[in-house]
């Protein structure tokens, strides 16, 4: 019987897809180096390899899942798509990767209530999610007058914290949002951060 031996990208995708799991299943503390070798089939050697702590493997983790986060929410933007266009399309995409992407969800969600957190918070300085993408795309806004001249962090909180409400409403209360109810709240979030003092 042929068995074909995993590459190296393999490996660190099945190593980071165990841990999800296994964290979204078992939280931080329940997610030893051994389990992940167990549950993504790569020798504990091999992980070390990589990944020389399992502090290295979380924040390597956390860089991964930020990075999936950000190339799904922007994917698409259309070149004719004006500011409001792209908020919109931001956000309904944000809520979309974590009502399709639950191990995620849960990771983020440990991630910054956890010490891992605090342990990287100089290098990471995001509040909510790991978007960092999504704070420089509401300062763009910022600058160029089209939402309101605040703290870039309010708009990220309200803007990140409705689209954490509605996936939380969705997937633990079982309420179900027509597509009417998601374009009325995109217009409560814009109505909230659009610059009406902007005359341009």
Not at 15 to 22: E, G, Q, R, S
Not at 35 to 51: P, R
Not at 171 to 199: P, T, Y
């Amino acid at each position: 019987m042929n068995v074909r031996l995993m590459n190296a990208n393999e490996k660190i995708a099945a190593i980071f897809a165990a841990t999800l799991k296994l964290i979204h299943t078992n939280g931080f503390h329940g997610t030893p180096m051994s389990k992940i070798a167990q549950e993504s089939d790569v020798a504990i050697g091999t992980i070390y390899h990589y990944f020389p702590s399992k502090d290295d493997l979380i924040f390597a983790l956390f860089k991964h899942c930020r990075s999936l986060l950000n190339d799904f929410v922007f994917n698409g933007i259309a070149a004719d798509f004006d500011y409001k266009a792209s908020f919109f399309h931001v956000w309904r995409n944000f809520v979309k990767f974590y009502l399709e992407n639950e191990t995620v969800f849960s990771f983020f969600e440990q991630f910054f209530s956890s010490p891992y957190h605090e342990k990287n918070k100089a290098e990471i300085q995001e509040p909510i999610g790991g978007q960092n993408k999504v704070l420089d795309f509401l300062q763009t806004g910022i600058d160029q007058k089209i939402l309101k001249q605040v703290d870039v962090h309010l708009l990220v909180a309200s803007y990140i914290g409705v689209a954490l409400a509605t996936v939380y409403s969705i997937k633990f209360k079982g309420l179900k949002f027509s597509e009417q109810n998601i374009e009325e709240l995109m217009e409560i979030i814009w109505d909230g951060a659009v610059n009406r003092n902007n005359n341009n």
